[in-house]
Antibody, heavy 125, light 108 residues
Framework: EVQLVESGGGLVQPGGSLRLSCAASGFTFSSYWMSWVRQAPGKGLEWVANIKQDGSEKYYVDSVKGRFTISRDNAKNSLYLQMNSLRAEDTAVYYC??????????????????WGRGTLVTVSS | DIQMTQSPSSLSASVGDRVTITCRASQSISSYLNWYQQKPGKAPKLLIYAASSLQSGVPSRFSGSGSGTDFTLTISSLQPEDFATYYCQQSYSTPSITFGQGTRLEIK
């Protein structure tokens, strides 16, 4: 079955750290750009980070730069998000998603194709 | 950053109605616009990509149009399963992409 399954969410204090994982199965994980997208409770979707197929390029939304790190292990078919210096405003459901190209990444010709079910991160004292 | 503004933010409609949701970009994004549907507690699901291309498996009552800064998602005849929140998303400014704030479609 083609799927993405996130894990690692939970309750963490402000200033703390958490590492999210996303396990991919049923498709050739190493062939896809991957992303993390989050959704604060009752709010809309926000893109967080992208990573290229081989991990050589990584991009982040300004609000997490310097605090979050996206990575991947293609041998383990896994995507990660290391989150440090967490703030209350990072509280959200975090989804991993694969990018499907209809042109190429840099032209903008892509969309979020497969999504996981999400994992909830709560930052609170 | 490119801002995406959806209107309306919420909408009440009845089964069988024709519904149109608008998404406006703060600058031209050509046709690099995707639409997603999200139901409570679920991940988003792609409906339309490249402004007007229907994703495989999505019912033909969904359609998208537009280019430049103004885009629309139309549902030709609402079905009970269509009541959800809809998001537009631009990929023009890759790698930094943005979503609209969402349009909640409710049963009248």
């Amino acid at each position: 079955e083609v799927q993405l399954v996130e894990s690692g969410g939970g309750l963490v204090q402000p200033g703390g750290s958490l590492r999210l994982s996303c396990a991919a199965s049923g498709f050739t994980f190493s062939s896809y750009w991957m992303s993390w997208v989050r959704q604060a409770p009752g709010k809309g979707l926000e893109w967080v980070a992208n990573i290229k197929q081989d991990g050589s390029e990584k991009y982040y939304v300004d609000s997490v730069k310097g605090r979050f790190t996206i990575s991947r292990d293609n041998a383990k078919n896994s995507l990660y998000l290391q989150m440090n210096s967490l703030r209350a405003e990072d509280t959200a459901v975090y989804y991993c998603a694969s990018l499907k190209m209809y042109y190429d990444f840099w032209s903008g010709g892509w969309y979020f194709d497969l999504w996981g079910r999400g994992t909830l991160v709560t930052v609170s004292s | 950053d490119i801002q995406m503004t959806q209107s309306p933010s919420s909408l009440s409609a009845s089964v069988g109605d024709r519904v149109t949701i608008t998404c406006r970009a703060s600058q031209s994004i050509s046709s690099y616009l995707n639409w997603y549907q999200q139901k409570p507690g679920k991940a988003p699901k792609l409906l339309i990509y490249a402004a007007s291309s229907l994703q495989s498996g999505v019912p033909s009552r969904f359609s998208g149009s537009g280019s430049g800064t103004d885009f629309t998602l139309t549902i030709s005849s609402l079905q009970p399963e269509d009541f959800a929140t809809y998001y537009c998303q631009q990929s023009y400014s890759t790698p930094s992409i943005t979503f609209g704030q969402g349009t909640r479609l409710e049963i009248k």
